[in-house]
């Protein structure tokens, strides 16, 4: 069965740095672009980044262009995120998703929460 | 980026009850529309993709419809476990944006 397993939130002060990763298994990680989501505590989802299947195309929200980097390592089915000058905005719980090629996210992490505090 | 509007924003229905939420996309996304539900301290679940299409696993009371501008999600009989905060998202082009989301609640 697919799963998909988010690591690395954690606290982390205004400016600091902090990666993510997610552990894909039960499908053909390679074949699958993927992608970043995120949830303010109360709020709705914000898409945040999506990597193409062989990581030739990245694209990103505006909220986190020329800070966040999408990365992928398909030898290691594991997608990350790469976040520096992290502000407080940027709390949130991250989820990775697998994209459906039809279209969607069919299948999502259970997510990591990252808070940006001092 | 393509702006997606809800509505309503929320509302209390009874089990049993058909309910219809819209979703409004700001420029013509064709059918590049999928739904989601999510529950309290839970990942988002994929409903409904390419604006009608029923993701497999999914209970057929779900539909959607809609393409361009305005699409609609349906419940036919809402079930206990059917309440829950909904959300459309466009992927017809970057960024990928979602819509406010709708909560539904008990009466």
């Known amino acids: 069965q697919v799963q998909l397993v988010e690591s690395g939130g954690g606290v982390v002060q205004p400016g600091g740095s902090l990666r993510l990763s997610c552990a894909a298994s039960g499908f053909t990680f390679s074949s699958y672009g993927m992608h970043w989501v995120r949830q303010a505590p109360g709020k709705g989802l914000e898409w945040v980044a999506f990597i193409r299947y062989d990581g030739s195309n990245k694209y990103y929200a505006d909220s986190v262009k020329g800070r966040f980097t999408i990365s992928r390592d398909n030898s290691k089915n594991t997608l990350y995120l790469q976040m520096n000058s992290l502000r407080a905005e940027d709390t949130a719980v991250y989820y990775c998703?697998?994209?459906?090629?039809?279209?969607?996210?069919?299948?999502w992490g259970q997510g990591t929460l990252v808070t940006v505090s001092s | 980026a393509i702006r997606m509007t809800q509505s309503p924003s929320s509302f209390s229905a009874s089990t049993g009850d058909r309910v219809t939420i819209t979703c409004r996309a700001s420029?013509?996304?064709?059918?590049?529309l999928a739904w989601y539900q999510q529950k309290p301290g839970k990942a988002p679940k994929l409903l409904i993709y390419?604006?009608?299409t029923l993701q497999s696993g999914v209970p057929s009371r779900f539909s959607g419809s809609g393409s361009g501008t305005d699409f609609t999600l349906t419940i036919s009989c809402l079930q206990s476990e059917d309440f829950a905060t909904y959300y459309c998202q466009q992927y017809y082009s970057y960024p990928v944006t979602f819509g406010p989301g709708t909560k539904v609640d008990i009466k």
């Open positions: 998703a697998k994209d459906k090629a039809q279209g969607g996210l069919d299948y």
């Open positions: 390419a604006a009608s």
């Open positions: 420029q013509g996304i064709s059918s590049y």
